[in-house]
């Protein structure tokens, strides 16, 4: 029998209730008898956000294989929902059983932006669990935090029992056999947290303590139980290939972010640009066999039923395979009418080719991701895009056809002039001029050429980890700047610009690379009301800056603040396997815009070949 | 080859909303590999249409789609196919050929439907319907509904039916309802064809389609502000609505004739 824990009062009243109701095509049931571990996943974020995530249907087929485990789904109750569920006091539940999070024996929460960080504590909160690790009893879940932000887990140090460092699917097995051998052994949740320390990958952060120094610097970080390791070993799935990988998704009833078959043609990515951490911490660059990828192709479109399949890599042009992978796709499904989506591409003339087939070329709009406007900055941030590339690219796809192109930029990038700045408006026109020397009864009407703009966030792991960041005011003035040069070109009227918010990137900066104590801002922030802050009719920065001023935190030391190669980082205590030494070079590099070969072309030794695998060993056995 | 669907809806997929039953039925085409035909262009889509939109919280054994074949396929074969790939809460009835006219597509002919409404609160009632099934076997997943039947030993209001009766002889029932732009005083009366109490529920059929619609819950506003009116007393309950079946107007102008949207088609064999 499975009753809702939500009343058809409730339901009816709420927006978009299918968020909360369960029982989608590809979600497993289980028989509560015949489990031994409750695993709750959650991303937390709204329903078609979270659902849209590959990570998490990796992990909930990969438990839900083994028969012990019954992993189920938990998403952010939408605001109108938090507000009943506090009036009425209904706890937090998983969507398959109903059932009350607080029941669970783990709770896995993925971390993918730093502005998700308000609506962890939601979880616990509605879940009835409490906010601080160190005062959680045998009656609750073991939290357990994961994904990219998991790489500096500092900020949300308090409110964990656990961290899992790097992919999921080579130390789970372990920790969840390990758990039950503690609880049916009657051991304490401490005893279990030590023994947890030992598995591969796992940080128990009560376990550690930092020290500071009298400016406020770190200055040390150490481990206050005999089973804690010095550091955390980054837990990499080397043969990806044969990795577990989720055939039969959960396909929602209503329409996720991504509503798509998707395929994870690699992991990692060859390129090393200096501002990327995906880039870093999934090294060594590893591909998933290409007829291995065609039977998946073929299986997930027949058991989810998707009209449509995208390809998932960082570089999707880098897959060595991806030519005859594409055209294995189009043969097989065009003519069932499925569609192809190819992100991530290389502009050159095999995409465009390939786009010209799979999509119609009038409505689709062409993508560069340049970063920077001029090659002075592009080489400080090792993208390995030269302006002919783009306007090659550009131009062949003007003359294949398409009017409309996005190019995407950073602000406030490290040694940012006014002039690099300015080059981001010269750069989009210059691809409009381009459109424009097509013979007028040749080309369709007007190009539309849109750029937008980012402002840069030093991330943990990167050469630009110690990068200082910009006040707010002087992000909005890089940002105006860049504005009043659109203004200025020949083609500004076949030119759009777009930026984004500036204080939502401050607050991003502060908890990229915060340490232990900004854990008590994030608290605060959500006692004073925020949620879903990565929502823009959510944001409220008012209360965020109220936060800071409460608990007596600096946010410019976080962002404004020099940081030397010397200084000891929060995150230092974790080995990604990419080198300390490394990202050091790559610093220097940077500032003497010196541009580093990507990984096919030559070895820059960052480190990631110690994992005895990937693109390092390419061609080598 | 056209061809038309008939299924029940019910259990949590009460709250799964008219276009997101459409595109589980777009998906559900796929994995069960039925031989639909597609529109022509840069971005087909199926040829697929429902009959009349079912509101959200509402169950129903009576919903209809049609859609047009690229080959044919046997009834029982597509319906096996089909059920084995639905979501729980989606039960395919049957799956007949029908006329290919255009005029006579479901949306086009839908005229009346069928409704129960029970009291959420006391659902003791409604032997074969899906809906109360359920409710009576204990699958239904609401908690508010099974257990609290249990509680309510008897449905609506005192004297219900005494005053559904009274309701139901009305010549003329007038409503306010809320047009997009206004409100307007309607009389609904000539949407309701039958109106009586059956067992624990109350049966309705009403107008249903393009031209002129009435939706079971206005009715039941309607009755609940006429009964407080003589009652002079609070009645409204929680509603539970089932929508039975859908029919087409077979008749001339003077005179009615309504069938089933399902006797319009022929199985395939």
Redesign the interface.
Known sequence: ????AL???I??KIEK??RY?????GSVMKNLNEVEVRFAMCFPDVYEIGMSHLGIQILYDMFNQREDTWCERVYSPWRDLDQIMRERHIPLFALESQDPIKNFDFLGITLQYEMCYTNVLQILDLSGIALHAAERTKDDPIVIGGGPCAYNPEPLAEFFDLFYIGEGETSYDELLTCYKEYRDAGKSRREFLERAAQVPGIYVPQLYEPSYHEDGTLAAFTPVSPHAPRTVKKQVAMDITHATYPLKPV?P???ATQDRVVLEIQRGCIRGCRFCQAGMIYRPTRERDVEVLKEYARAM???????EISLNSLSSSDYSCLEELVNFLIEEFQD??INIQLPSLRIDAFSLDVMSKVQ?IK?SSLTFAPEAGSQRMRDVINKGLTEEDILEGAGQAFEGGWTKVKLYFMLGLPTETEEDMKEIARLCDRVARRYYEIPKEQRNGKCQITASSSFFVPKPFTPFQWATMCTSEEYVRRAALVKHEFMEQLNRKSLKYNWHEADETILEGVFARGDRRTGKVIEEAYRLGCLFDSWTESFDYQKWLAAFENTGVDADFYTLRERSTDELLPWDFIDIGVTRKFLEREWERAVRAEVTQNCRQQCAGCGAAGFGGGVCFEGKN | MKVRIKFKKY???R???HL?VM??F??????AEIPIA?TGG???HMIMSFASPLG??LTSDGEYADIELSAPVQSEEAIRRLNA?A???IEIVSFRQISEEKKMTGMAIVAAADYLVCD?ECMTCFGEHTFLKHAAS??E????TCQAAATKASPFFEDWEDYLTQFAAQEEICVRKQTKRSEANVDIRPMIYRLEARENAIYMQLAAGSVKNLKPNLVMDAFFTFAKAQKNQEVSV?L?CHRLELYADMGNETEQNLVTLESLGEAIK
């Open positions: 029998m499975r009753k809702l009343n058809d009062e339901l009816l209730p299918a109701i369960g029982n989608e095509v396909v009833f209503i329409k479109l027949e058991n989810t039923g998707h009209e069932k009418k119609d409505k | 259990g949590v997929l709250f799964i909303g997101d595109r589980h777009q998906k559900m085409m796929r994995r597609f840069y971005s087909p959200i919280g790939v979501a729980d809460g959420r204990g699958i997943e609401e908690p508010g929680p539970a």
